[in-house]
C-alpha cells in the first residue's frame, strides 16, 4: 500500500516530537514524505499536482499538532483547495473512494485536558471530528487517530522514542498491507502501545 504523509507544522523547530516522527517515517519504504510548510512557503498550493499525488496513493496520513482545537492553517488551506468538487465529493467526484484517512496528531496538554469534565469541555475525537466528516464525504475509511498527548514537554525522553518508533511501525504495516484497517477504525485514538496488536503478521 503506497502511503503519502503529508506533515504541516509551522514552527518545527519548537517540536522534537514531530522532528522524531517525520524522521521516522521518511525512513519506511513505500513512504512518500512531504513537508507542506516547506513546499508551499507562501501557500501558493498546486491543486494538480497535490490531486495527482492523491491518485498516486493508497493511504493518506496527515501529521499535523492540534493549534486552537484544528488543524494548522495551511492544511486547512489544503483541504479546501485539492479536496474540490467533482474531485474529491459530489457528482463524479469518487477519485479518492476507498483510500484511507490517518491523522497523526500531536496535542500539548494532558489527555485529562479533554472530555466533558475537562476545562476543553469536549474529547479530542469531538475535536477531530470535522476531519471524519470530510473523510466520510470524499469516502474514504477513516482509521482512529494516531495520538500523543503532553507533546510538549516530551523532548528526549522514552514517551518520545516509543512513539516515533510506533509510528514507523504503523507506516511500515500500512505499506506491507499487514495493518488491521477494521480494528484500527473502532477505537477513538490510536496510542502506541496499540499498534502491535493491529499488525497481521500473517498477512501479504
Known amino acids: 500500500m503506497k502511503t503519502l ?8 523547530q519548537h517540536s522534537n516530537v514531530n522532528a522524531a516522527m ?6 519506511v519504504d513505500g513512504v512518500s514524505f512531504v513537508d ?8 501558493n498550493i498546486d491543486i494538480d499536482y497535490e490531486q495527482k499525488q492523491l491518485l ?3 493511504a493518506v496520513v ?4 492540534l493549534m486552537w482545537y ?6 486547512k488551506e489544503w483541504q479546501d483547495l485539492v479536496l474540490e468538487y467533482s474531485f474529491a465529493y459530489g457528482e463524479g467526484g469518487d477519485s479518492l473512494s476507498g ?3 490517518i491523522n497523526a496528531v500531536t496535542v500539548g496538554a494532558p489527555e485529562s485536558a479533554y472530555g466533558s469534565k475537562s476545562h476543553n469541555k469536549y474529547s479530542l475525537a469531538e475535536f477531530l471530528s470535522p476531519l471524519k466528516a470530510t473523510a466520510n464525504l470524499c469516502h474514504m475509511p477513516y482509521l482512529a487517530p494516531y ?5 510538549l514537554n516530551l523532548a528526549g525522553s522514552e514517551t518520545m522514542k516509543d512513539h516515533a518508533y510506533g509510528y514507523k511501525t504503523m507506516l511500515e504495516a500500512l505499506c506491507a498491507d499487514k495493518f488491521d484497517i477494521k480494528a484500527s477504525q473502532k477505537p477513538d485514538l490510536l496510542f502506541a502501545a496499540d499498534i502491535p496488536a493491529l499488525i497481521n503478521e500473517a498477512s501479504s
Open 5 to 12: 504523509v503529508l506533515y504541516a507544522h509551522p514552527r518545527q
Open 22 to 27: 517525520s524522521k521516522a517515517a521518511q525512513s
Open 36 to 43: 507542506l510548510y516547506a513546499r508551499y512557503p507562501r501557500q
Open 56 to 58: 498516486e496513493h493508497d
Open 62 to 65: 496527515f501529521q499535523f499538532p
Open 70 to 75: 484544528s488543524t494548522p492553517s495551511l492544511l
Open 99 to 101: 483510500k484511507l484517512w
Open 147 to 151: 495520538t500523543l498527548f503532553s507533546s
